[in-house]
């Protein structure tokens, strides 16, 4: 147990909704990062907060978003769902900003119909 | 700029060593190493920063040339636990996100 939690753990919709995943990261870890896995790409950093601030952004979509918490938890919003955005969605934590050991949560599992 | 992994794939009896590459295009800062069971989430295994090197875990060491911006990760005496999809992450500076590669999977047979 990495003391990341997501939820929910499955998510199943349809093309052209919204949907928002949830992060709680680690006690005491202030950066949250979220991580796009599907099985040809391998892992793709989307975009990470310290401590309630955005860090850095990767390949991100316009339509997706993210924010974090005072209490430091994060939510990703998935808006306007193409069939290509069906993948594992991973958070992960870790105690500063920037070179530490990350620790991943189990992942949200998107499926778009 | 994502990093470069080979060999893509391995199948190892148990006991047998493996030598999974990492390798970029850009000078590097750090390299990190985690390793994905199925159905799992990935799990750190050890950072080595430019200028050392880190030992982390059970068996498994690693190694960074940052001349040629390649890091190699050695398991020796493999064990069927160690079987999953290893990927490296690297980052260019210290301010810079990890960038990961698309994994290495090894399979460990008894």
Not at chain 1, 25 to 35: A, I, K, M, T
Not at chain 2, 4 to 21: H, M, T
Not at chain 2, 26 to 45: I, N
Request: hydrophobic residues 30%.
């Amino acid at each position: 147990d990495s003391g990341v939690t997501q939820t929910p753990k499955h998510l199943i919709t349809a093309t052209g909704q919204r949907v928002t995943l949830r992060c709680s990261p680690r006690s005491g870890d202030l950066s949250v990062y979220w991580y796009q896995q599907s099985l040809d790409q391998g892992l793709q950093f989307l975009i990470q907060y310290y401590n309630g601030e955005e860090r850095a952004k990767g390949n991100i979509l316009e339509r997706f978003s993210a924010q974090q918490f005072p209490d430091l938890h994060s939510e990703l919003n998935l808006s306007s769902l193409e069939l290509g955005d069906s993948a594992l969605y991973f958070c992960a934590s870790s105690v500063g900003y920037s070179g530490q050991p990350q620790h991943f949560g189990d992942g949200t599992r998107l499926s778009i119909l | 700029q994502q990093p470069v992994q080979s060999p893509q794939a391995v199948i190892l009896r148990e006991g047998e060593d493996a030598v999974i590459n990492c390798s970029s295009s850009k000078a590097l800062y750090s390299v990190h190493w985690y390793r994905q069971k199925h159905g799992e989430a990935p799990v750190f295994l050890m950072i080595l920063l430019k200028g050392g090197e880190q030992k982390g875990h059970e068996k498994i060491s690693a190694s960074f040339n940052e001349k040629k911006q390649q890091s190699s990760l050695y398991l020796t005496a493999s064990q069927l636990s160690y079987s999953g999809t290893y990927f490296c992450g690297t980052r260019r500076d210290s301010g810079y996100a990890l960038n990961f590669g698309k994994g290495t999977s090894l399979l460990v047979t008894p």
